[in-house]
């Protein structure tokens, strides 16, 4: 029983916003990283990862999370993740990952920071 | 669930309260990643009874969630298709140790900081207080300890 699900949205400027629901472990992160391939399959070089709804993220998920950061950003694009919860940011701070990943508390902050990186 | 069998064990005569009445148990976790939440809500229950702190409990919970993965991911399992997690009282800390019957060596933590891989461990080491890893015989153990007191300056990210 997994509670993992994944939303589609999308934000002004037609940027993908990539909305998980539930926890990232080894059995959701490839269904995570399918949704961010097909974004970027499709052209899309902007992408916003939300993990508001996201009660825990392991080292998978956050390699699902790096890998798309890289490739987006070898490209020219950028990758932004929200994620509001101390906790989870915590986790990052753990391995040293806050400060190469941004991390946004609301998907405004997200949005405006992938603006400012156009 | 039908994927697993727990036993639980009685009192070990481990130390000193509140982890007094606490019982040594074990499950038997069928090595497949939809088996994880499973696991992680079997370590969830063991570590409130144990009564830990918020911060120490979480940080026990994503370890363990990290070496049952390692070991559904890099390790083997028995016969029977399962590995083994095993909780115990071990001082005033609480130990828990994955078994599972492959060969897996750790992987050898990569530097790169955009490594899409290679962070399980780190983060294992990060969160508790002591690690220990065992490889004999066709049997690979990841042994966890997080203590109630941690030592200062060992383990743990802050709290």
Same mark, same amino acid.
């Given at each position: 029983?997994?509670?993992?699900?994944?939303?589609?949205?999308?934000?002004?400027?037609?940027?993908?916003?990539?909305?998980?629901?539930?926890?990232?472990?080894?059995?959701?992160?490839?269904?995570?990283?399918?949704?961010?391939?097909?974004?970027?399959?499709?052209?899309?070089?902007?992408?916003?990862?939300?993990?508001?709804?996201?009660?825990?993220?392991?080292?998978?998920?956050?390699?699902?999370?790096?890998?798309?950061?890289?490739?987006?950003?070898?490209?020219?694009?950028?990758?932004?993740?929200?994620?509001?919860?101390?906790?989870?940011?915590?986790?990052?701070?753990?391995?040293?990952?806050?400060?190469?990943?941004?991390?946004?508390?609301?998907?405004?902050?997200?949005?405006?920071?992938?603006?400012?990186?156009? | 669930?039908?994927?697993?069998?727990? *036993?639980? *064990?009685?009192?070990?005569?481990?130390? &000193?309260?509140?982890?007094?009445?606490?019982?040594?148990?074990?499950?038997?976790?069928?090595?497949?990643?939809?088996?994880?939440?499973?696991?992680?809500?079997?370590?969830?229950?063991?570590?409130?009874?144990?009564?830990?702190?918020?911060?120490?409990?979480?940080?026990?919970?994503?370890?363990?969630?990290?070496?049952? &993965?390692?070991?559904? *991911?890099?390790?083997?399992?028995?016969?029977?298709?399962?590995?083994?997690?095993?909780?115990?009282?071990?001082?005033?800390?609480?130990?828990?140790?994955?078994?599972?019957?492959?060969?897996?060596?750790?992987?050898?933590?990569?530097?790169?900081?955009?490594?899409?891989?290679?962070?399980?461990?780190?983060?294992?080491?990060?969160?508790?207080?002591?690690?220990?890893?065992?490889?004999?015989?066709?049997? &690979?153990?990841?042994?966890?300890?997080?203590? *109630?007191?941690? &030592?200062?300056?060992?383990?743990?990210?802050?709290?």
């Amino acid at each position: 029983v997994s509670s993992f699900r994944i939303d589609e949205d999308t934000v002004e400027g037609g940027i993908p916003v990539i909305e998980a629901h539930g926890y990232v472990d080894f059995d959701a992160a490839p269904r995570l990283k399918q949704a961010i391939v097909r974004r970027v399959d499709e052209g899309h070089s902007r992408l916003v990862v939300d993990l508001s709804s996201v009660g825990f993220i392991d080292s998978t998920g956050i390699g699902v999370l790096v890998g798309a950061m890289k490739r987006l950003g070898d490209s020219g694009g950028a990758l932004v993740v929200v994620c509001p919860s101390e906790q989870m940011r915590s986790i990052f701070e753990v391995i040293g990952l806050d400060d190469v990943i941004p991390l946004h508390r609301s998907r405004e902050h997200a949005v405006s920071a992938l603006a400012r990186a156009a | 669930m039908p994927s697993a069998r727990s *036993r639980e *064990r009685p009192d070990a005569g481990n130390g &000193t309260a509140p982890g007094r009445h606490f019982r040594d148990r074990e499950l038997r976790l069928v090595a497949a990643p939809e088996h994880l939440a499973q696991a992680r809500a079997w370590v969830g229950a063991a570590v409130a009874e144990f009564g830990l702190t918020d911060r120490q409990r979480h940080d026990f919970v994503f370890a363990a969630n990290e070496a049952v &993965t390692n070991a559904i *991911r890099h390790g083997a399992p028995d016969a029977d298709g399962a590995i083994a997690i095993a909780i115990a009282a071990d001082g005033d800390g609480l130990s828990l140790t994955v078994s599972d019957c492959g060969a897996w060596v750790s992987a050898v933590p990569d530097l790169d900081p955009l490594a899409e891989g290679g962070r399980g461990f780190i983060l294992m080491a990060r969160l508790v207080d002591e690690i220990e890893l065992s490889a004999v015989a066709g049997r &690979t153990r990841v042994r966890l300890l997080k203590r *109630r007191s941690p &030592t200062p300056g060992a383990g743990g990210a802050g709290s």
